[in-house]
């Protein structure tokens, strides 16, 4: 705890002892969960007999190919490694630019239509390890691309990778 405070006092930053002013607010809370943005394995297993849903693994390249199946420390994890058959893999990193904000219009519309992804499909259906990185990329493709339907897969890879019987590939595309 004190490191953090060593480091700011060597790199000459004031210190701030002040207790901030902070306003009580309330955040209102839906009443029912929003299930047009929510993928449920039942809609991935359908996706996979459809050509009008493009699935998105926005995981890391050796997570996609099942080099790995988590990223090192991560707790959450499936029984095998690989992806779901016919997703195109864009890491959710590749949406960003070198100063952490988004890439420019024209280049998500690159990216996402030079792998297929929203190239004519109806709907897209993103997910990663437990749903949180393509959370990133569903925000992308819904309100920066403005893809009518797209989804985040809940379940994501560790259900998918999980499930006894699911169809799964290894390697590239």
């Known amino acids: 705890m004190n490191g953090g405070r060593a480091k ?36 991935v297993e359908k996706a996979l ?3 009008k849903t493009a699935l998105v693994d926005v995981r890391s390249k050796p997570e996609f190919v ?6 090192p420390g991560m707790t959450e994890t499936a029984q095998r490694a690989g992806h779901i058959p016919g997703a195109r893999n864009i890491p959710w990193s590749q949406a960003v630019a070198q100063d952490g904000t988004f890439k420019t219009y024209e280049d998500l519309v690159q990216l996402y ?14 997910y990663c ?9 569903w925000f992308a493709l819904k309100y920066l691309l403005g893809v009518k339907k797209v989804r985040n897969y809940d379940g994501s890879w560790t259900e998918w990778g999980n499930l006894v019987g699911a169809p799964i590939a290894k390697g590239a595309e």
């Open 49 to 51: 007999k459809s050509k």
């Open 8 to 43: 700011w006092v060597a790199e000459g930053r004031p210190l701030v002892s002040e207790r901030p002013t902070i306003r009580r607010t309330t955040y209102p809370v839906p009443k029912k969960v929003n299930a047009a943005i929510r993928a449920k394995r039942p809609e």
């Open 66 to 71: 099942g080099e790995i199946i988590a990223p």
């Open 129 to 137: 390890r437990i749903g949180e990185r393509s959370s990133h990329t």
């Open 113 to 126: 239509k030079g792998a297929k992804v929203i190239d004519g499909k109806d709907e897209v259906i993103a």
